[in-house]
């Protein structure tokens, strides 16, 4: 059984940066990032694969969220920089064993964490 555990998020100015951390996942499942704002559907925003480590996000936040991992520590970090309202949501954590294809596909994912409130103000 997988638990996850997120924490780091908060209230940041729009610029500014924030970095999520998963924790509990393990090294053997890919590992993926949802975001849902409020009255919206959930959406992906990153995932780490578990073989190879290969990262890929959504067009939103490419070039400014990296996502990495530290498999030793068990962990998976989401580093948020240039932050704008539009990035306001609870985020997700999200651990699965799917293949590549199905990596963006929240339904895909077996063990989630219970979320952590990100909130940008402009």
């Known amino acids: 059984q997988v638990q996850l555990v997120e924490s780091g998020g908060g209230l940041v100015q729009a610029g500014g940066s924030l970095r999520l951390s998963c924790a509990g996942s393990?090294?053997?499942?890919?590992v993926g990032w949802f975001r849902q704002a409020l009255g919206k559907e959930r959406e992906f925003v990153a995932v780490?694969?578990?073989?190879?480590?290969?990262?890929y996000y959504s067009d939103s936040v490419k070039g400014r969220f990296i996502i990495s991992r530290d498999n030793a520590k068990n962990m998976v970090y989401l580093q948020m920089n240039s932050l704008n309202a539009e990035d306001t949501a609870v985020y997700y954590c999200?651990?699965?064993?799917?293949?590549?294809?199905?990596?963006?596909?929240?339904?895909?994912?077996?063990?989630w964490g219970q979320g952590t409130q990100v909130t940008v103000s402009s």
């Open positions: 999200a651990a699965g064993t799917q293949v590549l294809s199905a990596v963006r596909s929240s339904e895909m994912y077996t063990y």
């Open positions: 393990g090294r053997t499942y890919n």
């Open positions: 780490i694969r578990r073989y190879g480590g290969g990262t």
